[in-house]
């Protein structure tokens, strides 16, 4: 088990965000977006987005080092471009498939230069909406080598996938973990990664538990996103707020499969404060940790294990809820 966790946020949502209808909060340089983290008891890391929000990765290292943060992963866009309106990385047009794939290995340089040792993208502009509207197979060839092309590149940062249902696009074509795990196995390389986002998964009617045991048994490591929705649609609201006792699985699993990596907030403050919204997510998330940690955890694993689930359901009345 892994006693302990790592809390970072992605820097985006510190700052302006908006919707259809409306904006909220101000608008941040990231040096005050990294500044209001390093306020947040037990954030120690930041996810940037590149290169919209920061591509000069001189100027990033020292702002880490005054605030005391590292890098959990650089996130890479490739949807906002004009370009990439109909898709980028799986565009009919090769020069627009050629600077999708650049904008990764940008990314990947720029994490060379500050320290990061993942890329994380969700290729959201890479979709479609009616039927008959694509060669779904052509798509397919086009992803697997675009994305295999990237993931290439500089192998020793590697590059994860974060997969959504939906998004720009009414359907994604990278929308679930299974399908995230066949393009890997179709690109064939080891050095490769999948991204989890706990919202995302409730949003495809996964569960996330199960899929970090599918990952977890894979060859590819994975990295996570923390938030929760209703299960309509991502909202990105704070943890457990909706699915405590999925959230406390999800999290019995990951202590379960040892992971060590970050737990980044993908959590949208909106219609509360920032510093509040990402605080909840540490102290919520903390809480259930500590609380799985102090379980028998052999006796628990045996009871799951023998099926009976009344029995299972007992022990989470009295160990997890204290009832």
Known sequence: MTKDVRYGLITSFVGKTKDRFQEYNADLTLEQKMALASKMKGMSGVEVVFPYEVKDGKSLTPL????????????????AEPEFRN???????????KKAVQFIKDAKDFSQIVGADKVTCCPLGDGYEFAFQCDYAQMWKYLVETLGEAGDYKKEIPLFIEYKPSEIRGHCFVDTAAKTLCLLNDIGIGQMGVTIDYGHSKYGQENPAEIVSILANSRYPYYIHINDNNGRWDWDY???????????EFLFYLQEFKYKGFLTSDTSPT????????KANIRMTQKIWDRLLSLDRARFRKLLRAGNFLETWKFVEKFIFRL
């Open 64 to 79: 880490l080092k005054k605030y005391g943060l590292a890098v959990a992963a650089v996130n890479v866009n490739v949807k």
């Open 87 to 97: 898709g980028g990385l799986s565009s009919r047009d090769a020069a627009v498939r």
């Open 238 to 248: 704070m943890v457990a707020s909706h699915n405590f006792l999925e959230y406390a």
């Open 271 to 278: 219609r509360w404060d920032i510093v509040g919204t990402f």
